[in-house]
Nanobody, 129 residues
Framework: QLQLVESGGGLVQPGGSLRLSCTASGATWDHRAVGWFRQAPGKEREGVSCISHSGTNIYYADAVKGRFTTSRDNAKNTLYLHMNSLKPEDTGVYFC??????????????????????WGQGIQVTVSS
């Protein structure tokens, strides 16, 4: 089993920035795509980003494109999400997730939760003035 743990969430004012981290342990971290999802209260979970094992294949949801940047450090088994110019609608629980071994990012622009096998517990991000 691959264990994923998010960190770095919290409360930030609109226009501010946060960096989320996701650290992995257990099963192999390399050779699989990893992504971020978020879920606002009472709403469906939505894909935020995906990055391939090499970091060369990356996509973002339209709502965050140009503001969020995802990266990974395979030596540290860590996934990052740099969030800039945060808006109140970015508020929600953020999850990191990983695909199965040797699976890359889905072809569709919007990430599908069903394509991911391993999930973190989630971490709260609140954007409020």
């Amino acid at each position: 089993q691959l264990q994923l743990v998010e960190s770095g969430g919290g409360l930030v004012q609109p226009g501010g920035s946060l960096r989320l981290s996701c650290t992995a342990s257990g099963a192999t971290w390399d050779h699989r795509a990893v992504g971020w999802f978020r879920q606002a209260p009472g709403k469906e979970r939505e894909g935020v980003s995906c990055i391939s094992h090499s970091g060369t294949n990356i996509y973002y949801a339209d709502a965050v494109k140009g503001r969020f940047t995802t990266s990974r450090d395979n030596a540290k088994n860590t996934l990052y999400l740099h969030m800039n110019s945060l808006k109140p609608e970015d508020t929600g629980v953020y999850f990191c997730a990983a695909r199965g071994l040797y699976f890359s990012c889905p072809d569709s622009a919007a990430a599908s939760a069903a394509a991911y096998v391993y999930w973190g517990q989630g971490i709260q991000v609140t954007v409020s003035s």
